[in-house]
């Protein structure tokens, strides 16, 4: 069992920079996958990125790639999203993810445990 608590969300303006942090209870976060979503009002939950146990391997969705940067500490049981260069279009509810599955990284029935999500507001 993983619990999942993200924070770091907030209000910028076009261009500005945010970190979110996803902190996860348990003495086995190392051995999970760890995805971020986002969910915009009236719209289904997107993938945004995700890295492996190891952080030797992360994807990105093509809409935040070069902007977007996931990492983790694995030491602090934490997996980050930096986000630069925000726009309007990324304002959503932004969610962490865990799972220790490999198939379907890149879709939220990939995952097993959510956070509460993280409110980003973007202003033009």
């Known amino acids: 069992q993983v619990q999942l608590v993200e924070s770091g969300g907030g209000l910028v303006q076009t261009g500005g920079s945010l970190r979110l942090s996803c902190a996860a209870s348990?003495?086995?976060?190392?051995?999970?996958?760890m995805g971020w979503f986002r969910q915009a009002p009236g719209k289904e939950r997107e993938f945004v990125a995700r890295?492996?146990?190891?952080?030797?391997?992360?994807t990105y969705a093509d809409s935040v790639k070069g902007r977007f940067t996931i990492s983790r500490d694995n030491a602090k049981n934490t997996v980050y999203l930096q986000m630069n260069s925000l726009n309007p279009e990324d304002t959503a509810v932004y969610y962490c993810?865990?799972?220790?599955?490999?198939?379907?990284?890149?879709?939220?029935?990939?995952?097993?445990?959510w956070g509460q999500g993280t409110q980003v507001t973007v202003s033009s």
């Open positions: 993810a865990a799972t220790q599955r490999v198939r379907e990284p890149t879709i939220p029935k990939g995952y097993d445990y």
């Open positions: 348990g003495r086995t976060f190392s051995r999970y996958s």
């Open positions: 890295i492996n146990w190891s952080a030797f391997s992360t």
